[in-house]
């Protein structure tokens, strides 16, 4: 790998560094629908939270990622920073990182041998805390760099997909130090997975495609937070929405929100646009290719790209390029299917991610996690934690504030009556 070094000396491998100008626009323009990890920000300056902590962060290099890094540096941490997804790198940001001296390793359309070389450079950097999207790092250390494990106090965890692996290895008793999930905090995934991810998920779309949503068959797999915020988003846009679920009470939710619901096989046929967030593999596979109309869009937005049985596809149809981000298979039966973003998270792939107000919820998360990480590790076993309630208040409270939103507080009577089981009436 020809790792760089420029003249601050900060270890890197992005794409160029002559694009940093260009980033550090791109990360000032996102900082300021950033209120709340501006307020964290200032108080971090102060307080030194995170003196000489090592961390080594695997999340997507966006603008936004970009002002979380700001934050924890200010706040004296030790950072180094990898890509946890191939497409998803703006590499201008990466460049304007490095430019302020946060060592950053993450090139857009990485193969997957670099991928996993830049997940090793950042654990090469001997983290004391682990910052995940997805688990990659925490995988990664546990199966093959156990030696880094003395020197780790904990970590926390951004998405969905991370928590559920997680989960799994604390399950099994594998899990080796505690972590925090910030995906748990409600003011993450009420807010960035639904609203956040149904937005830019549609934005991805719309610019890898340049197709009209209006009017069109919509198909939602998957009706969890992100599922939710998508479906409502495509209704919005004008969309004819379907939505397929394994889960009888979300089933039962997306018909009372007034979606039609049936199964993956049933929506095959009449669908124009497909997009899984569930999560899971093989959502869409070779029987629903099959059953699909030909020109049928298909993309991914949940976290690993296992969702959309590609490997069929490249085995059993004929793949051309037919414009950025726009694969088309053409099957034996005449059909074409267009694969989006190499069913890779389509709202990083082609588009920006998610808005910047709304990863200033999910970051502000990210930075009191880590701060309650280090002030508590002492204590924690080797366990996933939620955020503690008191942080993801006072994020909404922040949130609020900088909304210029204000709301009730209870009077002494209404605490009161709310906390006794005598008063009735
Ligand atoms: N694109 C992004 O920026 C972004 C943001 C947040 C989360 N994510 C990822 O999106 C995925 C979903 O996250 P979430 O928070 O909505 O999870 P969730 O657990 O709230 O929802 C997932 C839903 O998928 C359903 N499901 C599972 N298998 C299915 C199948 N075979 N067919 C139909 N439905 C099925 C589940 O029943 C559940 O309701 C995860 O991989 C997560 O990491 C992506």
């Known amino acids: 790998m020809a790792v760089a070094r420029n003249k ?3 270890a890197h491998h992005v794409k160029d560094l002559s694009l940093a100008q260009k ?6 323009w996102a900082r300021r629908s950033m209120p709340v990890l501006a307020s964290i920000e200032k108080r971090f300056a102060k307080e030194q939270p995170l003196k000489g902590v090592r961390v080594s962060a695997c999340l997507h290099v966006t603008s936004e990622t970009a002002a979380l890094m700001q934050t924890l540096k200010t706040g004296g941490a030790d ?3 990898c890509a946890s997804n191939p497409l998803s790198t703006q590499d201008d940001v990466a460049a304007a990182l490095v430019d302020q001296g946060i060592s950053t390793y993450a090139i857009k359309g990485e193969d997957r041998a670099t991928y996993f070389s830049h997940i090793k450079a950042a654990l090469d950097h001997a983290p004391q805390m ?24 904990g970590g926390t965890e951004e998405t969905t997909t991370g928590v559920v692996r997680l989960r799994a290895m604390a399950e099994a008793g594998k899990l080796a130090f505690p972590v925090v999930s910030v995906n748990d905090a409600l003011t993450k995934h009420m807010f960035d997975n639904r609203y956040g991810t149904g937005q830019s998920t549609i934005d991805g779309m719309i610019r890898a495609t340049n197709r009209l949503i209006a009017g069109q068959v919509f198909v939602v797999l998957g009706y969890g937070w992100c599922g939710r915020g998508l479906a409502m988003r495509a209704k919005g846009m004008g969309a004819d929405v379907i939505v397929t679920e394994i889960d009888p009470l ?4 997306a018909t009372m929100d007034g979606f039609r619901v049936m199964s993956g096989h049933e929506a095959a046929k009449v669908g124009d646009f497909f997009c899984t967030v569930t999560g899971n593999t093989s959502v869409l596979a070779k029987e629903h ?4 109309k030909d020109g049928a869009i298909v993309a991914n937005s949940g976290h690993f790209n296992v969702e959309i049985d590609i490997a069929w596809l490249e085995k059993n149809a004929k793949k051309s390029s037919v414009r950025d ?9 005449g059909k074409r299917i267009a694969v989006l973003g190499e069913g890779r998270l389509i709202n990083l792939a082609s588009a920006e991610g998610h808005p910047s107000s709304v990863m200033d919820m999910s970051f502000a998360n990210q930075a009191l996690s880590a701060e309650f990480v280090m002030k508590n590790h002492k204590k924690l076993e080797k366990k996933v934690y939620a955020v503690p309630q008191e942080i993801d208040r006072e994020i909404a409270r922040l949130k609020l504030a900088s909304m210029g939103v204000s709301i009730d507080v209870l009077t002494k009577q209404q605490a009161k009556y709310l906390a006794s089981w005598e008063e009735g009436t």
């Not at 979300?250 to 939710?253: I, M, R």
Request: aromatic share 6%.
């Open 8 to 10: 601050m000396k900060i």
């Open 325 to 333: 981000f726009v694969d088309e298979y053409t099957m034996k039966n």
């Open 79 to 81: 950072i180094v920073l």
């Open 23 to 28: 980033g550090h626009g791109r990360i000032e």
């Open 289 to 292: 290719f099959l059953a699909m």
């Open 130 to 153: 682990t910052m995940d999207d997805g688990c990659d790092l925490v995988s990664s250390i546990i199966t093959e760099r156990r030696e880094l494990l003395k020197n780790i106090i």
């Open 250 to 253: 979300k089933a039962l939710e």
